[in-house]
């Protein structure tokens, strides 16, 4: 059981690293969310990520509409998205997030 467990903390820890990768990578270069998300460390299986407020409604909407669910609340005069893995989420299902992200258009 315990292998089991340490299995899948790593199976986990690689799906949020790659997540929050990816995220980073979004707010470095993508023309439409470039500078508004802000990736914080991540401690258990979610990822928290500020988004300002201006592109906030249209990316979570294209979210949603596109089958990535992510719960969201205002904290701080931002839009916090809260990002969970469990272990049902596959490599397959990361790559499907961060390729909706790239094609967000604003």
Known sequence: ?????????????????????????????????????????????????????EVAPAFTAWLAQHGVRVTSSLYGGATRLRWVTHLDVSEAHVTAALECVARFAG
């Open 1 to 53: 059981r315990k292998e089991s467990s340490a299995a899948s903390d790593v199976y986990k820890r690689q799906r949020l690293d790659r997540l929050a990768q990816g995220l980073a990578e979004a707010n470095r270069s993508h023309p439409a969310l470039q500078g508004k998300i802000t990736v914080l460390p991540w401690q258990t299986n979610i990822l928290f990520t500020d988004l300002h407020a």
